[in-house]
């Protein structure tokens, strides 16, 4: 559904991203993973259309993207932090979206059920906790029933509970045939979740493909050792 070639990005003279060559497939769930400083942020600003790569191509399905924001229609984006004015309620801030989206109707209201939202859409953003904040970030992200989701550190602040409820969805979009991308430090989500990998290390895939994959790769047997072992070249 997305595929990257050759993608370069540079900030004077520090490179960002070299030479990506990446494919996101349809109906997998895929983990972007690597330590601070690798391009992941980088990476996922340039999907988003927020950043222009020095070179390279990206297709997102047959259309290439040139500047034209027509695609974006079709993804879900989850950032780390909401970022709304902290004086609009929950429901101000759903109807701002869909304003911005052209789109009539109710799209978040079984959302809204479902992440037990039902009583704080009055509220202010600024009188809610990290928690709900990031179950308003979850219900932006998949109010249109998008193709593609790219979510940043989904889980964070989140309690067990809708945890759980969230990666059932992840996992129901995924069945729906739709391109999920994650980025996560947390491996129990890696394990549980994911069909592909993609680590960056300074700004370089040192790999791409299946979860199994890069145990083979790597010569090892946990993911926190492989992960090691890739970034340092070195079995640990």
């Known amino acids: 559904m997305i595929r990257i070639t050759d993608l370069n990005k ?24 690597g330590p601070n400083g690798s391009g992941k942020s980088t990476l996922i600003k340039i999907i988003l259309g927020l950043m ?17 924001s027509e695609y974006r229609q079709k993804i879900g984006y989850m950032p780390q932090r909401i970022q709304f004015p902290e004086n609009l309620t929950v429901r101000e ?54 193709e593609i989701l790219i979510l940043d550190e989904p889980a964070t602040g989140l309690d067990p509970v809708n945890s759980r409820i969230f990666k059932n969805k992840i996992l129901a979009a995924k069945n729906e045939g739709k391109t999920v991308i994650i980025t996560s430090h947390l491996f129990n989500d890696i394990e549980e979740l994911a ?9 370089k895939v040192a790999y791409q493909g299946s979860y199994e994959g890069i145990f083979t790769v790597s010569g090892s047997g946990d993911l926190e050792t492989a992960l090691a072992t890739l970034m340092t070249g070195v079995p640990v």
């Open 10 to 33: 540079s900030i004077g003279r520090l490179s960002i991203l070299s030479g990506m060559n990446i494919h996101f497939r349809k109906g997998r769930v895929t983990f972007i993973i």
């Open 52 to 68: 222009k790569p020095d070179t390279g191509e990206i297709m997102v399905g047959d259309a290439i993207l040139n500047g034209d």
């Open 93 to 146: 801030i759903f109807e701002l979206i869909k304003k911005l989206r052209n789109s009539d109707g109710e799209p978040e209201k079984n959302l809204i059920s479902d992440f037990s939202l039902d009583k704080e859409v009055n509220k202010r953003l600024s009188y809610l906790s990290g928690g709900t904040r990031q179950k308003v970030n979850a219900v932006i992200s998949m109010m249109f029933n998008p």
């Open 195 to 203: 069909d592909d990998l993609v680590a960056l290390i300074e700004g």
